[in-house]
């Protein structure tokens, strides 16, 4: 029969090799790829907001639907410009968490300057839900660890 430590130790080591097998963090280039269609029309963006997980790989596909519209990404520095019919692509990889304003890079009219949207790169939210897990179990086995020399009566020295 195994004991309890034993069990919570054999655990600590599974989740541990679980968490190695994962992806990892954005810095390493462990996510995703979105293709992002965004249209560009007289002084906005659809979608406005654009929402993807830190690692991920991004591709913006803009396409203009009235004039010459571009796409400078702050934060980033990059950008793109398309003209109607002619859409054009931007890749990268998400490698930084916030909140990332893009705006239009061609002058296209009086509320040009309001031609804003908005990139929000998240979390890589399965490398830290694996991180948490593995933390939950090690202090799991510290805990039982700890019951059973009590329960034995071990005092330390």
Request: hydrophobic share 45%.
């Amino acid at each position: 029969m195994i004991d309890r430590t034993r069990l919570a130790y054999i655990g600590f080591l599974l989740l541990a090799l679980v968490a190695l097998a994962l992806p990892l963090p954005a810095a390493a280039g462990g996510g995703s790829e979105h293709i992002i269609h965004i249209t560009a029309r007289s002084f906005a963006f659809e979608p406005e907001i654009v929402y993807v997980n830190r690692g991920d790989r991004v591709v913006i596909e803009l396409e203009s639907i009235d004039a010459t519209h571009g796409i400078y990404l702050d934060g980033y520095d990059l950008s793109i410009e398309a003209e109607p019919g002619h859409p054009a692509r931007l890749a990268f990889t998400a490698d930084k968490a916030g909140s990332f304003r893009f705006r239009c890079s061609v002058a296209c009219g009086n509320l040009h300057p309001f031609m804003i949207g908005q990139l929000k790169v998240g979390p890589n939210l399965r490398f830290g839900r694996a991180l948490a897990a593995l933390a939950a179990v090690t202090g799991g086995a510290v805990w039982l660890f700890w019951r059973q020399n009590d329960q034995v009566g071990c005092t330390p020295d």
